[in-house]
């Protein structure tokens, strides 16, 4: 097997290296001409792995890899956007859409190239910057596009003849499965008041709602995104409304729903409130990762039946990444979020590593399934741009900045795909023990650090622990055959108890105080103060304070606070009034009267 590519894009052209996996190392690729073009504006790898094509502001170019042999080169300056069909045999090149009311024809901007002769098959015209590519079945016999509100279906590469439609008014999201029998999932927003909808057809079964193989109506969703399973199998709608009525989130408002081409279907329940921020299916198994809630946001493993299969806990993340052989999940946060990786071994659900990759933009595994590459590009970020490869471990292999300049900006960086059967199993490869990472320390008071630790520490976040589903459960949610008012009577039971074993404690803590158990900072803050104030005989051992006298000391320092704020006043020459100065005379009586409360009370309380 050869090794992989990594293509580069940036401010100073286009570039390629190569990684070498034994020993892992990264070097200039010699086979192929750099192009220095600062205009060069996308890249895309085939599926296969065997082209390489690029837009540098003047033409398309397309080499064949390893080799980096020129196959075709394309008169289009204006090009931004580049993919290939599934086989390879094809290149789709898009622009921006330039009407043109004199010749219609030349308005299109959406083109689709014979590789092998390099002409061109067809062209389109579409407007829209989004679902511009094409869709097409896992062995190119079908081929989709949605133009407008509707989807057009073509056969056996023939676009000169539209083959099928799908009779749906207002289609605005569509996707066809992978695997041998293609299906198509689309989605049509609701209006006035009716639900919207999601409807899974089975090629060339088109035919209205009765051909539909499954079919889910729900309401709140104003978008959608579409998620299938490798197999083609299943499907995860994820809903997105613009507006949460309830008023819990500006954001809007999000649900997650499970369709089964055998006409199954439901809503996925997710125990913690809150966004989604992810969802990935694994490439070889029956079961999808969702990432939600809240921060710190919980990460779960749903099966088929949309049951939590693992539970990794609570944790600053908010992406999620499958190897391509499905036996490792790596968990991330990225984006406001300090860039924390954890690198997960599904098979015994057992942490293989955790690093810290600060301002990450981009992360892509390895064809290998061992090896990471984590990069900080342009426009996200344009200060500190490039790249870091990983192993599974969390180790850092290689580093490298992007540009020989300062102020150098990279876009884009890819991994050459490369078939996973050539590489070596990652469960196969020596492994490393590692910990599982410490919960966040908790804040402990300084009275309260050097006690019997009987006292509870003062949580900012509920951190959760990895765990698997609980035994005998048969839904993912916790608690699955309870109802709503069992749930919240069990909750407000729980909640009293845990108060009233805090207030226990916190006493049994407060009565076991000593003047020998002061923190450092209370022995620093009194040493300090015996320069400034003139010494006294020492205290007595502190006692719990009576209520009265904390109210009444309470009182007597919001006096003091009074007089000072008068004082500066009279220092200033404003005139005070009668009473005010008879408050600031009272000083020395309410200092001794304070310090006769604090002989016989507790000072720190």
């Given at each position: 097997?050869?090794?992989?590519?990594?293509?580069?894009?940036?401010?100073?052209?286009?570039?390629?290296?190569?990684?070498?996996?034994?020993?892992?190392?990264?070097?200039?690729?010699?086979?192929?001409?750099?192009?220095?073009?600062?205009?060069?504006?996308?890249?895309?790898?085939?599926?296969?792995?065997?082209?390489?094509?690029?837009?540098?502001?003047?033409?398309?170019?397309?080499?064949?890899?390893?080799?980096?042999?020129?196959?075709?080169?394309?008169?289009?300056?204006?090009?931004?956007?580049?993919?290939?069909?599934?086989?390879?045999?094809?290149?789709?090149?898009?622009?921006?859409?330039?009407?043109?009311?004199?010749?219609?024809?030349?308005?299109?901007?959406?083109?689709?190239?014979?590789?092998?002769?390099?002409?061109?098959?067809?062209?389109?015209?579409?407007?829209?910057?989004?679902?511009?590519?094409?869709?097409?079945?896992?062995?190119?016999?079908?081929?989709?596009?949605?133009?407008?509100?509707?989807?057009?279906?073509?056969?056996?590469?023939?676009?000169?003849?539209?083959?099928?439609?799908?009779?749906?008014?207002?289609?605005?999201?569509?996707?066809?499965?992978?695997?041998?029998?293609?299906?198509?999932?689309?989605?049509?927003?609701?209006?006035?008041?009716?639900?919207?909808?999601?409807?899974?057809?089975?090629?060339?079964?088109?035919?209205?709602?009765?051909?539909?193989?499954?079919?889910?109506?729900?309401?709140?969703?104003?978008?959608?995104?579409?998620?299938?399973?490798?197999?083609?199998?299943?499907l995860v709608v994820l809903g997105q409304a613009d507006v949460d009525k309830s008023g819990g989130s500006y954001y809007g408002e999000q649900t997650l729903h499970y369709l089964g081409i055998d006409g199954t279907s439901n809503i996925v329940t997710l125990s913690k409130q809150g966004?989604?921020?992810?969802?990935?299916?694994?490439?070889?198994?029956?079961?999808?990762?969702?990432?939600?809630?809240?921060?710190?946001?919980?990460?779960?493993?749903?099966?088929?039946?949309?049951?939590?299969?693992?539970?990794?806990?609570?944790?600053?993340?908010?992406?999620?990444?499958?190897?391509?052989?499905?036996?490792?999940?790596?968990?991330?946060?990225?984006?406001?979020?300090?860039?924390?990786?954890?690198?997960?071994?599904?098979?015994?659900?057992?942490?293989?590593?955790?690093?810290?990759?600060?301002?990450?933009?981009?992360?892509?595994?390895?064809?290998?399934?061992?090896?990471?590459?984590?990069?900080?590009t342009s426009p996200r970020l344009r200060v500190g741009n490039g790249f870091r490869v990983w192993n599974a471990f969390g180790e850092l292999l290689h580093q490298e900045s992007y540009g020989k300049h300062f102020d150098a900006m990279l876009f884009d960086i890819r991994w050459q795909?490369?078939?996973?059967?050539?590489?070596?199993?990652?469960?196969?490869?020596?492994?490393?023990?590692?910990?599982?990472?410490?919960?966040?320390?908790?804040?402990?008071?300084?009275?309260?650090?050097?006690?019997?630790?009987?006292?509870?520490?003062?949580?900012?976040?509920?951190?959760?622990?990895?765990?698997?589903?609980?035994?005998?459960?048969?839904?993912?949610?916790?608690h699955a055959g309870m109802s709503k008012s069992a749930l919240k009577n069990k909750k407000r039971r729980e909640n009293k108890l845990k108060t009233k074993a805090e207030g226990d404690s916190a006493v049994t803590s407060s009565k076991s105080m000593t003047s020998s158990c002061r923190?450092?900072?209370?022995?620093?803050?009194?040493?300090?103060?015996?320069?400034?104030?003139?010494?006294?005989?020492?205290?007595?051992?502190?006692?719990?304070?009576?209520?009265?006298?904390?109210?009444?000391?309470?009182?007597?320092?919001?006096?003091?606070?009074?007089?000072?704020?008068?004082?500066?006043?009279?220092?200033?020459?404003?005139?005070?009034?009668?009473?005010?100065?008879?408050?600031?005379?009272?000083?020395?009586?309410?200092?001794?009267?304070?310090?006769?409360?604090?002989?016989?009370?507790?000072?720190?309380?």
């Open positions: 097997m050869t090794s992989p590519l990594i293509a580069l894009r940036g401010t100073e052209g286009l570039s390629m290296l190569t990684f070498t996996m034994d020993p892992p190392g990264v070097h200039v690729n010699r086979e192929f001409t750099p192009d220095e073009s600062t205009k060069s504006k996308c890249m895309a790898f085939s599926p296969d792995g065997n082209y390489f094509a690029w837009a540098n502001g003047f033409h398309v170019c397309v080499v064949a890899t390893p080799s980096c042999r020129a196959v075709l080169r394309l008169e289009q300056p204006r090009c931004t956007q580049l993919c290939f069909s599934p086989t390879g045999k094809l290149l789709v090149s898009w622009e921006p859409y330039i009407p043109n009311k004199e010749n219609p024809r030349e308005s299109d901007n959406l083109f689709i190239w014979d590789l092998e002769t390099g002409q061109l098959v067809r062209s389109f015209a579409h407007r829209r910057t989004d679902n511009w590519a094409p869709q097409w079945s896992a062995d190119e016999s079908v081929c989709a596009r949605n133009p407008s509100n509707e989807v057009t279906f073509y056969e056996n590469g023939n676009f000169q003849r539209l083959a099928h439609k799908l009779h749906l008014q207002k289609v605005t999201e569509f996707a066809i499965s992978p695997g041998p029998v293609p299906r198509v999932a689309a989605f049509v927003a609701g209006a006035k008041g009716a639900p919207c909808f999601v409807r899974v057809y089975q090629y060339p079964e088109l035919g209205g709602p009765a051909a539909a193989i499954a079919s889910k109506s729900f309401f709140k969703a104003d978008a959608v995104r579409l998620y299938w399973n490798h197999q083609g199998t299943a966004p989604i921020y992810d969802v990935v299916w694994s490439p070889a198994a029956q079961e999808y990762c969702v990432i939600y809630g809240y921060m710190p946001a919980k990460a779960s493993v749903f099966n088929a039946k949309s049951e939590v299969v693992f539970d990794f806990g609570t944790g600053p993340r908010n992406s999620a990444y499958y190897n391509p052989q499905g036996a490792l999940l790596l968990l991330a946060g990225f984006g406001n979020l300090r860039g924390g990786l954890e690198v997960w071994d599904r098979a015994a659900n057992r942490l293989l590593g955790n690093a810290v990759a600060e301002d990450t933009t981009v992360l892509t595994w390895c064809p290998d399934g061992f090896h990471f590459i984590t990069a900080t795909p490369r078939p996973s059967a050539g590489f070596e199993p990652p469960a196969s490869r020596s492994s490393k023990p590692t910990s599982k990472p410490a919960a966040p320390s908790s804040y402990v008071p300084p009275h309260l650090r050097e006690s019997s630790g009987s006292a509870k520490p003062l949580n900012l976040h509920e951190y959760e622990a990895p765990q698997g589903a609980p035994q005998g459960a048969t839904q993912g949610a916790p923190s450092a900072e209370q022995s620093d803050a009194l040493f300090m103060a015996g320069h400034i104030v003139p010494a006294r005989a020492p205290l007595p051992t502190p006692v719990a304070t009576q209520p009265d006298n904390a109210k009444k000391i309470k009182n007597i320092r919001k006096k003091l606070v009074q007089i000072e704020s008068l004082k500066e006043k009279h220092e200033k020459g404003e005139n005070l009034e009668k009473n005010q100065l008879d408050k600031i005379n009272s000083e020395v009586e309410l200092l001794e009267e304070l310090r006769n409360l604090e002989i016989n009370g507790n000072p720190w309380e």
